[in-house]
């Protein structure tokens, strides 16, 4: 028997390119399994936007469905054109954290804030890794890379606490040991109207463990399980937690009016 998700993948694109031990595959296998539960029997109501990076390379060339792959942290402007053409796609974001918290971040934050209703996953795996192995916005302080072998000097952004300041309705944050939660709260995302960002920390074996003294995979998988902590009991907390944890859950899950909601009520209000 096939698996569910081939029929959501383009087969001749298969075996990926990602490295032994990516956490990359997690990633698609959570979002197909959600994506089986919603009852969708495929990808044709979707369009994927990625830039450049490897977890841009997850929806394109690899979903059977309409993408595109655009300049490296452009992925959340073009995904809000299409999003403005076409309200009644489920238009979705899938990129690296160099992608989207790097280069492409002031677009997140005022995606964020318009509430234009685009999914936003983004994969955080604490360095640049297809080009490298340099020091990202995301890289734990005192981490080595390829441009900070002495240790990073710099303390790491919260993105998912950035986009819950700048009005996101929906902000998730999980690991790829926890898959469970993460292909729920990718239901959750895709059934809103809304703009919603998840998060997902996951393992880069190849650019960051090496560095960061981690032997397999798997001791990453157990470092992501044994140093994370839920954001109900981080808010109990000082602030010093937010840098020593993983802070795992659901941030906010509130509702405002989606832009194009409000962009179709005004057209109705000018034509009558």
Not at 83 to 110: E, F, Q, R, T
Not at 114 to 132: K, P
Request: hydrophobic content about 40%.
């Amino acid at each position: 028997m096939k698996h569910f998700a081939v029929k959501y993948l383009r087969e001749e694109k298969l075996p990926t390119p990602f490295c032994p031990g990516c956490g990359n595959g997690i990633l698609m296998n959570a979002f197909f399994k959600a994506v089986e539960e919603l009852g969708y029997r495929d990808l044709r109501n979707f369009v994927f936007c990625s830039g450049i990076g490897c977890a841009a390379w997850i929806p394109s060339p690899h979903f059977m469905a309409d993408s595109i792959h655009t300049l490296h942290g452009r992925a959340v402007p073009v995904a809000t054109g299409i999003k403005l053409m076409k309200p009644h796609l489920k238009v979705v974001v899938i990129g690296g954290d160099g992608d989207l918290a790097g280069i492409g971040l002031s677009h997140l934050i005022h995606a964020a804030r318009r509430n234009i209703g685009l999914t936003v996953i983004m994969v955080n795996n604490m360095i640049y890794g297809m080009t490298g192995g340099q020091v990202a916005p995301t890289t734990p302080r005192g981490i080595k890379t390829t441009t900070t072998p002495k240790g990073n000097l710099e303390d790491p952004i919260d993105v998912a606490r950035i986009l819950v300041e700048a009005g996101a309705p929906y902000v998730a944050k999980w690991t790829t040991y926890h898959v469970i939660s993460l292909k729920n709260s990718i239901k959750k995302a895709l059934r809103k109207k809304c703009f919603t960002y998840i998060e997902v920390v996951s393992q880069c074996p190849t650019s960051y463990g090496r560095n960061a003294g981690f032997k397999n995979p798997s001791e990453m998988l157990k470092w992501f399980k044994e140093n994370s902590i839920t954001y109900e009991k981080a808010k109990k907390m000082g602030r010093d937690i937010w840098k020593k944890k993983i802070v795992v859950g659901e941030y906010v899950d509130i509702y405002r009016e989606e832009l194009t909601e409000r962009i179709r009520m005004e057209d109705l209000d000018y034509e009558n």
